[in-house]
DNA sequence: ACGCTGATGAAG
DNA sequence: TTCATCAGCGTT
């Protein structure tokens, strides 16, 4: 397995969105790693994009979109749950790849343990990391790790895995953002693993 | 179908 | 300083 590089998510974002699905992303967190395979991912994309918060101008919150490509953007929705985003594009184009469903590989266990902190029963293993708040839960993933470096390869970094070829890509439109321009809510900026029982519902 | 929950940013 | 808004989840 190969570390991503800066290059990597230097690019279109589209790009990245496509090429992230079927990479591992992995957590070393109380010395223990947890590692999912990625099977959805969302892209927001530039000013013009009214379902990016950076369209709202740069904020304490978006400025770190606003920066070079290969750091998180973690942020809290609904009072309670972090969603994970990883820049993309130039300095100075805010735009990110949100982080939507993985399939646990590694360190299931540890994932269950953590979401059963929030949740308070047993989960299984498909409604483990099967939704952008869930992951973050199970990998404990908070606002400690935003603006974090993903091409240092320590505590959050994503890997290479097994291809996903274009037949078992499907896209479509992004979820949860009614808020958005009409045009931007219809773009088919989503991504996911055809199939793939561990996409968010 | 609904309630939970608090960070965020804009308005005043 | 209030206020509306919200890239979701879990239970009903």
């Given at each position: 397995m190969t570390i991503l590089t800066r290059d990597f998510f230097a690019r279109p974002t589209l790009t990245v969105a496509r090429e992230l699905l079927g990479c591992h992303l992995v957590r070393e967190v109380d010395g223990q790693r947890l590692v999912g395979r990625i099977v959805e991912t969302e892209a927001y994309i530039g000013?013009?994009?009214?379902?990016?918060?950076a369209s709202k101008g740069r904020t304490p919150r978006t400025e770190v979109m606003f920066g070079p490509a290969g750091y998180t953007y973690v942020y809290v929705i609904y009072g309670m749950y972090h969603m994970l985003n990883l820049t993309t594009e130039q300095v100075g184009f805010p735009a990110a790849v949100l982080i939507r469903a993985i399939e646990p590989l590694a360190g299931i266990e540890a994932m269950q343990v953590r979401r059963q902190k929030t949740n308070h029963s047993l989960v299984n293993a498909v409604n483990l990391t099967n939704g952008p708040g869930k992951l973050c839960q199970a990998l404990g993933v908070d606002k400690g790790l935003n603006k974090w470096d993903i091409v240092a390869g320590q505590k959050l970094w994503l890997e290479t895995g097994n291809n996903i070829s274009n037949a078992d890509v499907a896209t479509g439109p992004r979820i949860?953002?009614?808020?958005?321009a009409p045009q931007d809510q219809m773009a088919p900026w989503r991504f996911w693993a055809r199939g793939n029982r561990f996409v968010s519902k």
């Open positions: 000013p013009d994009d009214t379902a990016c918060h949860g953002i009614g808020y958005a």
